[in-house]
């Protein structure tokens, strides 16, 4: 009892001094007193704050990483978890689906959670003080290390817990797909919308080959920052597709974005008034993003940027020469009209100037259906570093579209085998053509794969009957331009042709049984 008396009477001195002497003396004493607690501990103490400075505006990254870390890591996987604090926003619980929607994790105040790292135990413990005459809370974390070893320990540590919160964040984080409006006063800009496009590698008929290297290529980049910075390159890629409408352009660069956890910035090119304009949209975009210009033939009449200088430079030299005035002042306006539009050259520097540096983890990726209506300057390696064709169905795609579409239990093995047959004879569909057939047919597999079969086969039929027009037009063509062409008219030519001729009689007494 004698104990608690004086305890009690300790506390009560204590509190009167709290009132009677100055703040900035009791500042000193407590500063004071934490020094001697410090170098009687045999630990090492690290505050992390919500808020960096006095002013407590700008927020502090570190502190996002441990919320991060902590929820992900630690506190969802302990065995006897500290005690938590859930929460589930009004803006999330009055959603459509809010019943799938779980609740946020995170330490609760004053609590601690341990932690291991490289035989070193780590413990972490959430604080949040409530301000003076103020209903505002300054949360911080605070790391406990061992002293002896903390120096060493720490940067280490710290680097371990950035790189986990960066994956947790890339595969949690909401993402949008981003399109830029028209800007009719030079105010460019982008509105977005939630990106939630179902398309994966899981699902794309690709080649496996060739989705085996865009996945490997895709992965070695997003982990490639230190490799980027050792080569001082900087951190982007530029990916090319090209190919016929429907092979499946779109789903892959939506597929590219749900593998690496990336925005998309889908830039309508006819939209962009001005080279400024461009420059001010692509320092909008956001790290870890895809830049996305499609039918890049189509947006902007661009190749002629090239000549149309030639042109210039060459009126230049002659107005200089003969002191034609009206020729210099034609220049001029059409300098001037030009002036006005997105050029060649500012496209260049957007994928990759000085400008397209002023962020980093970015894929510029361009799409056409005719790869040889881009000027050649815009596909060098550097600025469309990977080129990938798209074409129609192969023999491999075609199965797994079959098997996506309508099950594996096709019954049909034949009618599979000659669907497949007819690819190889040369028959094309691209994905989006065997994927209507067999949508429309998605409750009846064999009469899927049956109408998919018949499709393919008349296609091969038209392929030789185009090949027989063609043939029959160069054993008729008598120009004497031809006659002495090789393949072109001729023996070679008649010998060819009846052959073919044998072939259709011989392939039309099949079907007709004889």
């Not at 400075?53 to 996002?64: F, I």
């Not at 919308?193 to 989705?211: I, N, Y």
């Not at 661009?302 to 003969?322: V, Y």
């Not at 037009?473 to 002495?484: M, N, R, V």
Request: hydrophobic share 40%.
């Amino acid at each position: 009892m004698e104990f608690l008396s004086q305890m009690w009477s300790l506390l009560g001195l204590l509190t009167i001094l709290q009132n009677v002497l100055p703040t900035q003396l009791l500042s000193l004493l407590h500063s004071l007193w934490q020094s001697l607690q410090d170098s009687l501990t045999p630990y090492s103490y690290f505050d992390v704050p919500e808020f960096l400075g006095s002013a407590a505006v700008e927020p502090n990254a570190l502190y996002r990483h441990v919320q991060l870390y902590l929820h992900r890591s630690l506190l969802l996987s302990s065995p006897s978890p500290p005690r938590l604090t859930l929460s589930l926003p009004r803006s999330v619980a009055g959603n459509a689906g809010a019943a799938a929607a779980s609740p946020s994790v995170s330490l609760s105040p004053n609590h601690s959670v341990p932690d291991a790292f490289n035989g070193h135990r780590a413990v972490w413990t959430h604080h949040a003080d409530t301000l003076q005459d103020s209903l505002e809370e300054r949360r911080s974390f605070s790391l406990r290390l061992p002293k002896r070893h903390a120096a060493a320990v720490l940067p280490a540590y710290l680097a371990h817990l950035a790189a986990a919160a960066d994956s947790l964040e890339r595969s949690s984080r909401a993402r949008r797909l981003h399109t830029n409006a028209a800007s009719p006063r030079g105010s460019a800009s982008w509105s977005s919308v939630p990106f939630c496009h179902p398309s994966t590698f899981e699902t794309l008929a690709l080649d496996p080959d060739l989705k085996a290297r865009l996945l490997a290529d895709l992965t070695a980049f997003a982990d490639g920052r230190e490799f980027y910075r050792r080569t001082g390159r900087p951190w982007k890629r530029g990916y090319l597709l090209h190919g016929p409408p429907g092979s499946g352009k779109s789903s892959l660069i939506a597929a590219m974005a749900n593998h690496l956890r990336y925005d998309v910035f889908d830039l309508e090119l006819t939209r962009v008034t001005t080279n400024a304009d461009l420059r001010a949209l692509l320092i909008q975009t956001t790290n870890r993003s895809l830049i996305v210009i499609e039918d890049i033939d189509c947006s902007l009449h661009l190749t002629g940027d090239r000549g149309l200088a030639s042109t210039r430079r060459h009126k230049r030299r002659r107005a200089a020469a003969s002191d034609d005035s009206s020729d210099s002042d034609d220049d001029v306006m059409g300098a001037d009209n030009h002036r006005g539009k997105v050029t060649l050259s500012g496209l260049l520097n957007f994928t990759d100037g000085l400008w397209s540096c002023c962020g980093e983890e970015r894929i510029i990726v361009f799409t056409t259906n005719h790869v040889d209506g881009i000027d050649p300057a815009l596909l060098r390696p550097g600025r469309m570093d990977v080129h990938v064709r798209l074409g129609p169905c192969g023999a491999h795609a075609m199965r797994e579209l079959v098997e996506r579409y309508v099950g594996a239990g096709v019954g049909d093995q034949d009618m599979l085998d000659a669907a497949e047959g007819c690819i190889r004879e040369g028959a094309e569909m691209t994905p989006a053509e065997v994927g209507e057939v067999l949508l429309r047919n998605r409750d009846e597999p064999e009469t899927a794969v049956t109408e998919l079969a018949g499709e393919l086969k008349a296609r091969v039929n038209e392929a030789d009957d185009l090949q027989w027009e063609d043939s029959a037009a160069e054993l008729s063509d008598e120009s004497p331009t031809k006659k002495g062409r090789k393949g072109f008219g001729g023996w070679e030519g008649k010998v060819r042709i009846l052959g073919r001729l044998r072939s259709l009689t011989k392939s039309d007494s099949g079907r007709r049984g004889v």
